[in-house]
């Protein structure tokens, strides 16, 4: 990047992104958040190809092209193949968004529930998944002066969450963030989001509602976070030219008291 084109927000118009898992309810989001923004979008799914090729339909409402590919990031072949195929369909890559992730609900005191197979899928998604795609688009990223935003989890700061296996692979994505951002500057920006309980998804909807107004109780505004403060920042980190390295819990303001 130019000395005098340093300091300017990136305009989104005519980029292209990768979102992973944007056949959920946040990567979906994400992803037609990025579209609003002018970002063409591939939209990566593991089952839900229906949900995904409806996220992909809104994005093309919207005026940029969206594009539907099968990502199974516990796969250790399809992240590079993945990045290969985006480029090849759109000709180039400016954003990568980290948004695909496993978890099962094990209580942190149900050790030998938590077995080394589920472990491993859990990182092998959340972490290795994550690591092979940046790496897999690294060089083309550096070309486009682009961004990484990894979705991360407060799982990953404070020792809540799914599962041991899972709050620990938001503490790994969380550090990755901070190395990939040693690693690919000053070319790339690498950041992170790590978002509470997301009140208008349907995960937090299949939650008991005790379990709700707990979260409510202990957040600092009363209430839960919504999908559009997370895909604000999102945006936002995908615009910036003086942030990287760096990890903002989304959460209502959450601390341990």
């Known amino acids: 990047m130019l000395a ?52 992909a339909a809104d994005i093309a ?22 990045v290969a195929a985006t ?31 589920v472990w491993d899928r859990i990182y092998h998604t959340n972490v290795r998944g994550p690591f092979l795609l940046a790496r897999a688009a690294a060089s083309v990223l550096r070309e486009e002066g682009g961004r990484i935003v990894n979705i991360a989890s407060i799982g ?36 992170a ?8 998804t349907r995960m937090a909807q299949r939650l008991p509602a005790a379990v709700v107004d707990a979260a409510h109780r202990i957040a600092l505004l009363e209430r839960s976070p919504t999908i559009p403060d997370l895909t604000d920042q999102v945006v936002a980190f995908c615009r910036t030219d003086s942030i990287t390295g760096q990890v903002l819990p989304i959460d209502a303001g959450l601390f341990p008291r």
């Open 87 to 117: 480029v090849e369909r759109f000709g180039r890559l400016d954003l990568l968004v980290n948004n695909a992730a496993w978890n099962i609900g094990i209580p942190f005191t149900d050790l030998d529930a938590l077995t080394p197979e």
């Open 193 to 200: 989001v790590a978002p509470g309980l997301i009140e208008d």
């Open 4 to 55: 005098s084109q340093r300091g300017v927000l990136m305009e989104l118009a005519g980029r292209v992104a990768l979102v992973t898992g944007a056949s959920g309810d946040l990567g979906g989001a994400i992803a037609r958040a990025l579209a609003a923004a002018g970002a063409a979008v591939a939209v990566t799914y593991v089952g839900e190809r229906e949900r995904a090729e409806k996220t």
């Open 61 to 82: 409402a919207l005026g940029p092209a969206g594009w539907v590919v099968r990502l199974d990031q516990a796969d250790r072949d399809l992240p590079a193949q993945v």
């Open 156 to 191: 990953g700061i404070y020792p809540v969450g799914s599962s041991i296996a899972y709050a620990t692979s938001k503490a790994a994505l969380i550090h990755l963030t901070r190395c990939l951002a040693v690693a690919l500057a000053p070319d790339v920006l690498v950041n």
